[in-house]
């Protein structure tokens, strides 16, 4: 899988503003409602719990995947049925989420 990282930077960084408690300072978790509105959606169990990690259900686990194929994959590696690679989505808070998941299910194959 040849994985666009200047990609994976770029929505880093977005969600490093996005969660901008200062002038220029940064929580390194995401945002409690958008981790609410993925529990309600089915794609994580309940967040609000003293872990650090979250946990995707089987959904929310395929819907990760398909995501980050759709978003940070190069073409020649994706799947016939996937979309081609699009601009950064609006709601890249609840979808890099999931992608963070996914890579430490992947990192061996990723690196």
């Given at each position: 899988m040849d994985i666009d990282i200047e990609a994976v930077d770029e929505v880093v960084l977005a969600l490093l503003y996005l969660n901008l408690c200062d002038q220029n300072r940064a929580w390194k978790s995401f945002d409690w409602e958008a981790m609410n509105r993925l529990h309600e959606?089915?794609?994580i169990h309940n967040p609000v719990s003293r872990?650090?990690?979250a946990?995707?259900?089987?959904?929310?686990?395929h819907e990760a995947?398909?995501?980050f194929r759709q978003?940070?994959?190069?073409?020649?590696?994706?799947?016939?049925?996937?979309?081609?690679?699009?601009?950064?989505p609006a709601r890249i808070g609840e979808?890099?989420?999931l992608w963070r998941r996914f890579r430490r299910r992947n990192d061996c194959q990723l690196l």
């Open positions: 959606k089915g794609y872990a650090k990690a946990v995707l259900t089987d959904k929310g686990l995947e398909r995501l978003y940070f994959v190069r073409s020649r590696d994706r799947k016939l049925d996937d979309k081609p690679a699009g601009s950064i979808q890099i989420v």
